[in-house]
């Protein structure tokens, strides 16, 4: 409805000004620079038509700012915990994550050519990254994970069925290939200039995806060959008939360490503040 009702808007206020049908519709697909258009044009248009507007346009924006807010809250919380997890103090992770976020976002903030670029870049990249969190999670093993991570380790949680896995396994990484592959087409087809070093042209958008997978993977090479130490180091835990062995920092956990983990995190009669610490 919301939607709707912001087209009809559209419709209705450039057709008092005497514009076709088809300029509307042109003017709907091409929704501003950096799709700025439907947020900072047309709703501001579409609150002023009605008599409570300026006071309805106050509560959309600020809700879109808390919206943008909560948002990176979680962003910030998942960097802060990976620093603390390498060693940094919670007060310095929060300090270094929440600066080096303010740094890449500031030219954006300032130049509206730069922040075109990103949102083309990274709109595309999300199926990118979604692509590699299905790669993480057959790398672990999708059944695994999900009886595992989710229905064994969750707390009351809703259970994952096994047509989850099926999903991962074989539709999800169909399905992504295949957008990005129609996105590539489209884009050599529709834009003679799709070579150029362009805000919005496929060849600068993949030299930005392949230097960041570069970065990446150099940060975590680096990580692991002079920062990281081992993950699991402990002595064997006797549960009732369970045990659990050492495991060294390349070894994966079993199903049967995760379960007893989990055991001694949420039964406060076997749990200790030791055994916590070092799970």
Same mark, same amino acid.
């Given at each position: 409805?919301?939607?709707?009702?912001?087209?009809?808007?559209?419709?209705?206020?450039?057709?008092?000004?005497?514009?076709?049908?088809?300029?509307?519709?042109?003017?709907?697909?091409?929704?501003?620079?950096?799709?700025?258009?439907?947020?900072?044009?047309?709703?501001?248009?579409?609150?002023?038509?009605?008599?409570?507007?300026?006071?309805?346009?106050?509560?959309?924006?600020?809700?879109?700012? =808390?919206?943008?807010?909560?948002?990176?809250?979680?962003?910030?919380? =998942?960097?802060?915990?990976?620093?603390?997890?390498?060693?940094?103090?919670?007060?310095?992770?929060?300090?270094?994550?929440?600066?080096?976020?303010?740094?890449?976002?500031?030219?954006?903030?300032?130049?509206?050519?730069?922040?075109?670029?990103?949102?083309?870049?990274?709109?595309?990249?999300?199926?990118?990254?979604?692509?590699?969190?299905?790669?993480?999670?057959?790398?672990?093993?999708?059944?695994?994970?999900?009886?595992?991570?989710?229905?064994?380790?969750?707390?009351?949680?809703?259970?994952?069925?096994?047509?989850?896995?099926?999903?991962?396994?074989?539709?999800?990484?169909?399905?992504?290939?295949?957008?990005?592959?129609?996105?590539?087409?489209?884009?050599?087809?529709?834009?003679?200039?799709?070579?150029?070093?362009?805000?919005?042209?496929?060849?600068?958008?993949?030299?930005?995806?392949?230097?960041?997978?570069?970065?990446?993977?150099?940060?975590?090479?680096?990580?692991?060959?002079?920062?990281?130490?081992?993950?699991?180091?402990?002595?064997?835990?006797?549960?009732?008939?369970?045990?659990?062995?050492?495991?060294?920092?390349?070894?994966?956990?079993?199903?049967?360490?995760?379960?007893?983990?989990?055991?001694?995190?949420?039964?406060?009669?076997?749990?200790?503040?030791?055994?916590?610490?070092?799970?």
């Amino acid at each position: 409805p919301l939607f709707r009702s912001i087209f009809c808007n559209v419709f209705s206020v450039l057709g008092l000004e005497g514009r076709s049908r088809e300029y509307v519709v042109g003017i709907l697909k091409d929704n501003g620079p950096a799709n700025t258009g439907l947020t900072f044009i047309w709703m501001p248009l579409l609150y002023e038509s009605i008599s409570v507007g300026r006071f309805l346009a106050v509560l959309f924006f600020l809700s879109l700012s =808390f919206a943008g807010l909560s948002s990176l809250i979680a962003i910030y919380e =998942f960097q802060a915990v990976t620093l603390e997890n390498m060693g940094l103090p919670r007060w310095l992770a929060a300090i270094v994550v929440t600066t080096v976020f303010f740094l890449i976002g500031l030219p954006s903030s300032l130049n509206l050519d730069f922040l075109v670029n990103q949102d083309s870049v990274w709109g595309f990249g999300l199926i990118v990254s979604g692509l590699f969190l299905i790669c993480l999670v057959l790398k672990y093993g999708a059944e695994s994970f999900r009886r595992v991570l989710v229905n064994e380790y969750g707390l009351e949680d809703w259970k994952l069925r096994k047509i989850w896995s099926i999903v991962i396994c074989i539709v999800s990484p169909i399905v992504g290939l295949a957008l990005i592959i129609w996105w590539i087409v489209g884009s050599v087809k529709d834009d003679s200039r799709w070579y150029y070093l362009e805000n919005e042209s496929l060849i600068f958008t993949l030299y930005e995806w392949a230097g960041l997978i570069i970065i990446v993977l150099a940060a975590n090479t680096i990580y692991e060959v002079f920062i990281a130490k081992p993950k699991y180091n402990l002595d064997t835990i006797q549960n009732g008939s369970i045990e659990v062995g050492k495991a060294s920092k390349t070894e994966k956990p079993s199903d049967q360490e995760y379960l007893v983990t989990r055991k001694l995190v949420t039964d406060p009669s076997t749990s200790s503040t030791k055994e916590e610490s070092a799970l």
